[in-house]
């Protein structure tokens, strides 16, 4: 649950989802289309760009390669 993580993990979640959505709206790709690309529920895609949820390395290895970019990028601070 969320309210048992300290807040910069919550931080850190959110930065992530903040790159995921700038990374996506550059390649004006929406949600829906995203999802598809990786393969996952759009509701996924929401939920990781929202910082509502851990997202799975091996989610982050897809939309990282259906961006044109690498995890790193993504985790960059």
């Not at 929401?46 to 390395?57: L, P, S, T």
């Amino acid at each position: 649950m969320s309210a048992d993580l300290p807040p910069w993990i919550l931080d850190h979640r959110r930065t992530l989802g903040e790159h995921i959505r700038d990374r996506r709206m550059h390649q004006n790709l929406t949600q829906e289309q995203l999802a598809h690309l990786v393969g996952v529920s759009r509701d996924t895609v929401q939920r990781v760009e929202g910082g509502q949820n851990d997202a799975r390395i091996s989610h982050l290895w897809r939309i990282a390669a259906a961006l044109d970019t690498t995890v790193a990028e993504l985790l960059d601070e």
